[in-house]
């Protein structure tokens, strides 16, 4: 479904990913785990075509969805046309609007579409989030906001959901719950990358993991094997 070749992308002359590849399958979930600076938000980023490869040469690598190459085209575009959406670290919600306008406005391309089952199907899987509906979501504690950020997301009508440090500053009882949404989602179709750093609960959930570690992939394979992995476990899983 969607499958990333040699990428490489840079913050002007800094090279963030040396040549990254790895590739997702539909209803699949994917992680990709490695410590802070490691080129896992700056790989979603690209996904999106919000961080441009060095250069359009070949040697930047490529991204293909079901076999088209993705690399021209816009990030509106990924979101309308690929349906594929980035929930980003620290969620960037709108805190001036209400919980239910946050939900509206993400389907503001579908203006003649009834969107209330969309909103009703959210509600119904964060509850908190109806009983906060009419509520400023900048009021809104940690864990609810997540749940709008995804919501929010959902309502794009995405197949593909990326996900950027979801658990981060979380309350551990509602980390567990929103990892329990994410298999819930994937049950139901969805496919999802998720990029996290606790990599044991992101490996616990995930069919397939890769390692990243300065920009390069340095280990995959099936998310229980890399939890059985000496090297990972020292590295990433706290021993």
């Known amino acids: 479904m969607l499958r990333v070749s040699n990428l490489k992308a840079a913050y002007g ?19 990709l785990i490695g410590a802070n600076g490691a080129g896992k938000s700056t790989t979603l980023k690209a996904l999106m ?31 309308s046309d690929l349906k594929m959406t980035l929930v980003p670290e620290g969620r960037h919600i709108f805190g001036n609007l209400t919980v239910l306008e946050n939900l509206q406005l993400a389907a503001w391309t579908r203006k003649n579409e009834n969107i209330d089952r969309e909103i009703h199907y959210i509600f119904d899987m964060f509850p908190r989030l109806a009983e906060r509906a009419r509520q400023r979501s900048d009021t809104l504690s940690g ?8 919501g929010r997301a959902l309502m794009t009508r995405c197949s593909v959901l990326l996900l950027d440090e979801p658990s981060m500053g979380l309350a551990p009882l509602v980390m567990y719950d929103m990892f329990r949404t994410l298999k819930r989602l994937n049950a139901e179709g969805l496919t999802v990358i998720v990029v996290e750093q606790n990599a044991r609960l992101a490996l616990q959930v995930a069919d397939r993991g890769y390692v990243l ?12 094997d890399l939890l059985r992995k000496p090297e ?3 590295a990433y899983l706290g021993g």
Not at 13 to 31: D, P
Request: net charge negative.
């Open 13 to 31: 002359k800094i090279e963030a990913l040396h040549g990254v590849s790895f590739h997702v399958e539909k209803g699949e979930i994917v992680t």
């Open 49 to 79: 075509r919000l961080v441009p490869p060095e250069s359009p040469s070949v040697t930047a690598g490529d991204i293909t969805f079901n076999g088209v190459s993705i690399l021209g085209m816009d990030a509106h575009r990924i979101v």
């Open 143 to 150: 864990g609810e906001q997540q749940m709008l950020a995804v």
């Open 213 to 224: 570690d300065t920009g390069e992939i340095i280990a995959e394979g099936p998310a229980e």
């Open 232 to 234: 990972i476990k020292a």
